[in-house]
C-alpha cells in the first residue's frame, strides 16, 4: 500500500505518542484482559493500598458499583454494609455455587472482598493505570515472586524489571504473572515525566477508600 508522505508523517507522529485513553481505560482489571491474552506492565509503587469491596447494584436502574471499607481486622459485617448501603442500592448476588464459602448462585450475597491496589504504568496503552487485584490466586501469585530474593531491592520503576500478567480461560479461568528483564530501549524518563506529572495534578490513590476518583481526588 502507497500512502501520502502526510499520512506517513501523522502515522509517526502517532506511534510517539501516548495513546489517548477514556477514563474506563484508567482501571485496569485482570477480569478485562482478553483470553490468551499478556499485559505488560510497571509498578510505580511496590506497596499497595488495601481495603474490603462490595458490589452492589442501584435498585432503580440496577446499575452496580464498589462500595469499600477501610481494611481494619476482619471483613465488613452485613449491617455495615447495609448501614453503608443506604436505602438506595442492595449487594449483587454470587455468580457461581461455593461449597466451601456456603454460597449459592444467584441467591447468596456477593462476600466483600480482599482488594489490593497499585498505580502502574501499562506498556501497552502508554498511561498510568489503576491495577486492581481482587483474585487471590493473583496476589498469592504476587507476593510468592515478589518476596523472592533476587527481587529484595525491588521490581518498580528504579528496578531494571517489568511485569506481566496473563489470562486463559478455557472452562475455569486462569492467570500467570511474571517477572520479566525489562526492555532496554524503553524510555524510562518519559514514564517517570508522566507519573510526576500525574501527581501533581493531583493523583491520590487513597481517596479509593473513600470510594473516589484517585484521577480527580478532588472532584
Same mark, same amino acid.
Given at each position: 500500500?502507497?500512502?501520502?508522505?502526510?499520512?506517513?508523517?501523522?502515522?509517526?507522529?502517532?506511534?510517539?505518542?501516548?495513546?489517548?485513553?477514556?477514563?474506563?481505560?484508567?482501571?485496569?482489571?485482570?477480569?478485562?484482559?482478553?483470553?490468551?491474552?499478556?499485559?505488560?506492565?510497571?509498578?510505580?509503587?511496590?506497596? !499497595?493500598?488495601?481495603?474490603?469491596?462490595?458490589?452492589?447494584?442501584?435498585?432503580?436502574?440496577?446499575?452496580?458499583?464498589?462500595?469499600?471499607? !477501610?481494611?481494619?481486622? $476482619?471483613?465488613?459485617?452485613?449491617?455495615?454494609?447495609?448501614?453503608?448501603?443506604?436505602?438506595?442500592?442492595?449487594?449483587?448476588?454470587?455468580?457461581?455455587?461455593?461449597?466451601?464459602?456456603?454460597?449459592?448462585?444467584?441467591?447468596?450475597?456477593? !462476600?466483600?472482598?480482599?482488594?489490593?491496589?497499585?498505580?502502574?504504568?501499562?506498556?501497552?496503552?502508554?498511561?498510568?493505570?489503576?491495577?486492581?487485584?481482587?483474585?487471590?490466586?493473583?496476589?498469592?501469585?504476587?507476593?510468592?515472586?515478589?518476596? *523472592?530474593?533476587?527481587?529484595?531491592?525491588?521490581?518498580?520503576?528504579?528496578?531494571?524489571?517489568?511485569?506481566?500478567?496473563?489470562?486463559?480461560?478455557?472452562?475455569?479461568?486462569?492467570?500467570?504473572?511474571?517477572?520479566?528483564?525489562?526492555?532496554?530501549? *524503553?524510555?524510562?524518563?518519559?514514564?517517570?515525566?508522566?507519573?510526576?506529572?500525574? $501527581?501533581?495534578?493531583?493523583?491520590?490513590?487513597?481517596?479509593?477508600?473513600?470510594?473516589?476518583?484517585?484521577?480527580?481526588?478532588?472532584?
Amino acid at each position: 500500500m502507497k500512502f501520502s508522505t502526510v499520512a506517513d508523517n501523522e502515522y509517526k507522529k502517532a506511534l510517539e505518542e501516548p495513546e489517548k485513553v477514556s477514563s474506563g481505560d484508567r482501571y485496569f482489571r485482570p477480569n478485562q484482559i482478553e483470553n490468551n491474552q499478556e499485559v505488560e506492565f510497571i509498578f510505580l509503587e511496590e506497596d !499497595p493500598l488495601e481495603y474490603w469491596q462490595v458490589f452492589a447494584e442501584n435498585i432503580s436502574d440496577g446499575t452496580k458499583r464498589p462500595f469499600r471499607f !477501610p481494611l481494619v481486622g $476482619e471483613a465488613p459485617s452485613d449491617e455495615d454494609i447495609l448501614k453503608e448501603l443506604g436505602g438506595n442500592y442492595r449487594r449483587t448476588k454470587v455468580q457461581y455455587d461455593n461449597e466451601k464459602l456456603g454460597l449459592k448462585a444467584n441467591i447468596s450475597d456477593s !462476600p466483600a472482598s480482599h482488594c489490593y491496589v497499585w498505580p502502574i504504568w501499562n506498556l501497552e496503552q502508554k498511561t498510568v493505570q489503576v491495577f486492581e487485584v481482587s483474585q487471590p490466586s493473583i496476589f498469592k501469585q504476587i507476593k510468592k515472586e515478589t518476596g *523472592l530474593k533476587k527481587y529484595r531491592k525491588g521490581i518498580g520503576l528504579d528496578s531494571d524489571f517489568s511485569c506481566t500478567l496473563h489470562k486463559v480461560k478455557e472452562g475455569f479461568t486462569k492467570y500467570t504473572f511474571n517477572i520479566i528483564d525489562r526492555d532496554e530501549d *524503553l524510555d524510562i524518563s518519559g514514564i517517570e515525566k508522566a507519573w510526576e506529572q500525574l $501527581e501533581d495534578d493531583g493523583f491520590n490513590i487513597n481517596v479509593l477508600i473513600d470510594n473516589g476518583d484517585p484521577f480527580n481526588s478532588e472532584g
